[in-house]
């Protein structure tokens, strides 16, 4: 029995290295993730879907929902990281990587109001899956899941990636002290016209 956390499908702005605002849409590559992870998600037999009501995760989350006939539930603790003023500005003009940025954006959220956040959305996930006798699959961001990484479980033999991957499987066991068992996996892209682009945005 597992937690599995997905990142959602690829955006335009992500492929454009841009930070994104709240209502940013899934891109056509994107679509065409979400629907190849969604039959890779229903072979785990999920029994519930937990996700960010954020366009882009929800849509993918809504393949999932689709592919296995369960209701969608969402949460605004899942939200990526508010960036505020920066939202709609390119990675490369500002020069701040999301994953790594300390500062507080101006009219966005810092760093340690985010992981607390994050931190919460990830006990509200524990909880939810105890009353569950299946997978839960939850569907949010990539500074998301890897501020649960950095702060919430075990990588047992993983290491940290640099970069969290557009719909990108991480699945964690649901007994403290939450070890990984498979991390950033995007085996359902490979050999595909919509393989994972390692020069996009990850987060923000």
């Known amino acids: 029995m597992s937690i599995i956390l997905i990142r959602?499908?690829?955006t335009l702005l992500n492929?454009?290295?841009v930070f994104q605002p709240f209502d940013t849409e899934l891109g056509p590559r994107g679509l065409e993730q979400a629907r190849l992870l969604a039959q890779r998600i229903a072979d785990y037999a999920p029994e519930a879907i937990l996700a960010s009501d954020m366009p882009r995760a929800h849509k993918t989350a809504q393949y999932i929902s689709e592919q296995t006939g369960l209701p969608?539930?969402?949460s605004t603790l899942l939200h990526?990281?508010?960036?505020?003023?920066w939202r709609g500005q390119?990675?490369?003009s500002l020069g701040h990587d999301p994953a790594t940025v300390t500062q507080t954006p101006p009219?966005?959220?810092s760093r340690e109001v985010f992981a607390k956040r994050v931190i919460e959305a990830f006990n509200h996930a524990v909880a939810m899956r105890a009353n569950l006798d299946g997978p839960l699959v939850v569907v949010s961001h990539g500074l998301v899941i890897q501020t649960i990484l950095e702060n919430c479980v075990a990588l047992g033999m993983h290491t940290m990636?640099?970069?969290?991957?557009?719909?990108?499987v991480?699945?964690?066991?649901t007994e403290a002290p939450y070890t990984v068992q498979t991390l950033n996996c995007t085996l359902h892209l490979h050999g595909t016209d919509v393989a994972e682009d390692a020069k996009s945005l990850s987060g923000g």
């Open 8 to 10: 959602h499908g690829e």
């Open 15 to 17: 492929a454009a290295r």
């Open 72 to 74: 969608l539930t969402t």
């Open 80 to 85: 990526e990281r508010n960036f505020g003023d």
């Open 90 to 92: 390119s990675h490369d």
């Open 107 to 109: 009219n966005g959220e």
């Open 161 to 168: 990636p640099h970069r969290i991957a557009n719909t990108s």
């Open 170 to 173: 991480t699945i964690i066991e």
